[in-house]
């Protein structure tokens, strides 16, 4: 479908690809278009909802400015997927044992590696570029125990909420790992820090924004280099995270199929990030709050919830969306909402079939929480088509 929705009461328009927009979130994408460096229009995806510091599923283009909490604290925050050389029926009946030794491998939750598991010459490589960070900003340590101990031992961690690792099939039944996880400890206190700094940076002006967490960075100013530094690394870091995780799974899975292989390149995109990217005529900064670029050929990972669908798309390179897609499903209702909702039993039901915990430390995840995968899919057909459909046999959230 093309745009449903058109905010006009802006600077710029808001154009939405779906016509089922929360108010919460509605007011959010207003207060967005009245900033005065936004380049041309804002483009919000059809998984739109709610979101801390912007409306999850917004494409923001913006003219010598960046605003920290719109790209948020999870920065760098996507997907990974890979087809594997084995097929359905090379699984198991029981998919227990195999959930459990990748539970063991990749830790999830805070929980981190108890040694270094990333090569030494991967953590080299990202401690040179943290180091130009906390040359300037040594407060960003301050935040975390064993700074550095911490950030190394999370590579190849999966972290908690709506991070997850599936064991998929796809509609010939060949077996694909996809995984969902960002840049963890060190990219949370990097954009807390930076949030916070924008705050006191903008300082008496942080009144007359229509939200204060829409406090930003000018270029030219004392600190917007140091952020696009700060991002660009984090971004780096969630990357590896998600190519260390890959690799600590497959290690796993050759120990059960020692002639198992990746039989395509890994596909391995963001969803919380800042690029920059040449749209309207201009070289401008996007930011992408929960969604993935879809340029012309370029492949992503649109997931559903535990218990739906998820696919793997080819972008249309649609313009009007910024070369743009939805990131996933979309939250229908805050965690709390579905804590309250929902029960033990309730997660056991929807997620029947799936080899996954379905206790009540995860109802906040349950498939009722997210928007229909199916609808959100119709809702883009003009920013992607549809390579593979992907149906869960196995998840491990954190």
């Known amino acids: ?113 108890r040694s270094d598991q990333a090569q030494r010459s991967t953590i080299n490589a990202l401690g040179v570029g943290l180091h130009q960070i906390l040359d300037k900003h040594p407060k960003v340590n301050a935040k975390q125990n064993k700074p550095y101990q911490t950030w190394i031992r999370q590579l190849g961690t999966l972290g908690g909420g709506n991070h997850f690792i599936e064991l998929c099939l796809d509609e010939s039944d060949q077996v694909w790992i996809m995984l969902h996880s960002g840049s963890r400890g060190i990219g949370n206190v990097i954009g807390e820090y930076f949030i916070n700094l924008a705050k006191k940076d903008i300082g008496q002006h942080l009144v007359n924004l229509p939200d204060k967490d829409l406090a930003y960075f000018r270029e030219g100013a004392k600190h917007y280099d140091d952020y696009l530094l700060a991002v660009s690394w984090a971004q780096d870091y969630a990357m590896t995270n998600r190519r260390e995780m890959l690799r600590l799974i497959g290690e796993v899975l050759h120990k059960k199929w020692p002639k198992l292989t ?29 969604a993935i670029r879809a340029g012309e050929g370029e492949l992503g990972i649109i997931p559903g919830s535990m218990g739906a669908r998820s696919y793997i798309v080819r972008g249309k390179g649609n313009e009007q969306s910024f070369c743009s897609c939805s990131h996933g499903a979309g939250r229908l209702m805050s965690r709390s909402e579905a804590k309250r909702r929902y029960n033990a039993d309730d997660l056991a039901h929807q997620t029947q079939g799936i080899e996954c915990r379905k206790d009540s430390g995860v109802i906040d995840e349950i498939p009722a929480a997210y928007k229909d995968i199916e609808q959100v899919m119709a809702q883009q057909h003009d920013l992607v088509e549809i390579v593979h459909q992907l149906r869960q046999v196995m998840c491990i959230k954190g």
């Open 262 to 290: 990746f039989t395509k390149e890994v596909i391995n995109c963001h969803h919380n990030y800042v690029a920059h990217e040449w749209h309207f005529d201009a070289k401008v900064l996007v930011t992408r709050k929960g």
């Open 1 to 113: 479908m093309p745009i449903q929705t058109l905010i006009t009461k802006g600077k710029v328009p808001v154009k939405i690809y779906t016509d089922q927009v929360d108010p919460a979130a509605y007011q959010q994408l207003l207060n967005l278009s009245q900033m005065p460096f936004m380049h041309s229009h804002i483009a919000v995806m059809p998984d739109v909802h709610c979101g801390k510091g912007a409306t999850v599923g917004s494409v923001i283009p913006t003219l010598g400015a960046i605003i920290p909490a719109a790209v948020g604290v999870d920065i760098g925050c996507g997907m990974c997927a890979v087809r594997l050389s084995v097929s359905a029926n090379d699984l198991p009946d029981s998919l227990r044992s195999l959930r459990l030794a990748l539970e063991a491998a990749v830790p999830v939750g805070f929980a981190m590696h």
